[in-house]
């Protein structure tokens, strides 16, 4: 006599109550990191503006890491500021344009007026 060690197949609510739960988990263990994070960059606050300088950040970059809610990392916008001024420097280094220019190069020009230049705007 052969026996099925088989399990049966699981009811389609008890699967849905496996992904319920592992959602929830998944919220919970992303709140808790949230919340280490928002901690441990509370360092960053003790720091002086030199210091902060020197890590690419400012007062202003740390107000708005904080004004985010509770759920939400605070580190990812610090970093983000951080990798935008790098970013900056090294182009700065090289001599290449920080920003683009105010008038576009290409196919510019301006636009004819039959007034006098002191009437023109």
């Given at each position: 006599?052969?026996?099925?060690?088989?399990?049966?197949?699981?009811?389609?609510?008890?699967?849905?109550?496996?992904?319920?739960?592992?959602?929830?988990?998944?919220?919970?263990?992303?709140?808790?990191?949230?919340?280490?994070?928002?901690?441990?960059?509370?360092?960053?606050?003790?720091?002086?503006?030199?210091?902060?300088?020197?890590?690419?950040?400012?007062?202003?970059?740390?107000?708005?890491?904080?004004?985010?809610?509770?759920w939400r990392d605070p580190t990812?916008?610090?970093?983000?500021?951080?990798?935008?001024?790098?970013?900056?420097?090294?182009?700065?280094?090289?001599?290449l344009p920080s920003a683009p220019?105010?008038?576009?190069?290409?196919?510019?020009?301006?636009?004819?007026?039959?007034?006098?230049?002191?009437?023109?705007?």
């Open positions: 006599m052969v026996h099925d060690l088989r399990m049966p197949a699981a009811s389609p609510l008890m699967r849905g109550l496996q992904i319920a739960s592992k959602a929830v988990a998944a919220r919970i263990v992303g709140l808790a990191r949230a919340l280490k994070h928002r901690r441990d960059a509370m360092i960053l606050a003790n720091l002086d503006d030199r210091m902060l300088k020197d890590i690419g950040l400012t007062r202003s970059d740390l107000r708005d890491a904080y004004s985010q809610p509770l990812s916008i610090l970093v983000e500021r951080a990798g935008e001024r790098r970013a900056h420097r090294r182009r700065s280094l090289f001599g220019p105010l008038v576009p190069e290409n196919g510019y020009s301006v636009p004819p007026t039959n007034r006098p230049a002191r009437f023109a705007v």
